[in-house]
């Protein structure tokens, strides 16, 4: 293959969409692999593949429109097509100034195999277009564990969640999906060992309320990914709930920039300014007792709004955090059972 020999100092990297869910998970897999890889050169922008995948999943957009979006000179498209036991992968290459794909690469893989083709990948990348990015390594690659892991990722994505954490222990990604699982599901308090800072950060907070080291989390994931609106989101809640204002709404905004008005940030986001006094919204959607205590609190059943209560704490609800500063359970702060309840949660 010719080499291509032009400036490129930006790009965005974007999982191809599926309604499939073994084809998507593979397709934003390899987004990952292939941004962690170079975003290790400092000769490159590289926009987050979730950012990107979050704001193309709205609609149909070119690679180019994605570019100019994110002020970025080039566009890899990932596209995985699972056909029974074989990935069938494309990755193109699309010079967003010029409209045109600079070079592809085409692969067919079985599953086990995915790993290796995934670092060839970023190989190709390197010898082609990108200087200066470190070669992949496969220290401690387990190809079994991975293969586990990603048929893991599938059952969540298809809502088979209590499948997904069965087959996932003892894995990293045990982490990444009980932090989303209904309460149901949770046997055991999830170990944050091998789990990124934002799903680390969000266990802390939901399993163990260890706000400190939560905190220390959150920081870190900002650092780490200071173009993620999840985590600007998710950090503005957690100092809205410990009631550092001033510093929640910097977050809320930072995430408001980053977010578009579709993407499900939105949400938490709201609930954040409400949190903040700032407005928004402040309805759960979740199938939660905690949400069942905002509803009691609303029709002034205070003795069921504080039982719901009791049970969201018992129960792991990520929501409990807030409940010192829910603007819904203003009139329980006058109940000394409330106020017990937020001293068990080190909320006072």
């Not at 999840?230 to 510093?247: E, I, K, N, Q, V």
Request: aromatic share 8%.
């Amino acid at each position: 293959m010719k080499r291509t020999v032009i400036p490129l100092d930006s790009l965005a990297v974007v999982p191809a969409a599926s309604a499939e869910a073994a084809s998507a998970v593979w397709s934003e897999e390899l987004a990952q692999v292939i941004a962690k890889h170079l975003a290790l050169s400092r000769e490159l922008r590289v926009v987050p593949p979730a950012l990107v995948g979050a704001w193309a999943a709205s609609g149909e957009y070119t690679p180019e429109e994605i570019a100019r979006h994110f002020n970025a000179r080039c566009v890899i498209r990932c596209a995985v097509n699972v056909v029974r036991d074989h990935l069938d992968v494309n990755v193109e290459i699309i010079d967003a100034l010029a409209e045109s794909v600079m070079c592809d690469s085409t692969y067919l893989v079985s599953a086990g195999e995915a790993r290796y083709m995934q670092n060839e990948i970023v190989r190709w990348l390197a010898r082609s277009c990108f200087a200066g990015i470190p070669s992949p390594a496969f220290n401690g690659f387990d190809p079994e564990s991975y293969t586990r892991t990603m048929k893991a990722k599938i059952l969540r994505r298809e809502g088979r969640i209590a499948e997904a954490m069965a087959l996932a222990l003892g894995l990293p990604v045990l982490a990444e999906i009980a932090v989303d699982a209904p309460s149901v599901f949770l046997d055991a308090v999830p170990s944050i060992e091998g789990a990124d800072d934002l799903t680390a950060a969000r266990i802390l907070c939901r399993f163990h309320r260890d706000w400190a080291t939560a905190n220390e989390a959150f920081a870190r994931a900002i650092l780490r990914g200071n173009a993620d609106p999840s985590a600007h989101a998710h950090y503005g809640l957690f100092l809205a709930a410990m009631r550092r204002f001033d510093d929640a709404e910097r977050e809320l905004r930072a995430a408001n920039e980053l977010c578009d008005a579709v993407m499900a940030q939105r949400a938490l986001i709201e609930r954040g300014f409400a949190y903040c006094g700032r407005g928004g919204r402040a309805a759960i959607a979740d199938d939660d007792r905690y949400a069942d205590a905002i509803g009691h609190a609303i029709r002034d059943e205070f003795d069921a709004a504080l039982g719901a209560l009791d049970d969201a704490a018992r129960t792991y609800s990520p929501y409990v955090m807030f409940a010192a500063v829910d603007p819904a359970f203003v009139p329980l702060r006058a109940h000394e059972r409330f106020t017990e309840l937020l001293r068990e949660l080190r909320l006072l």
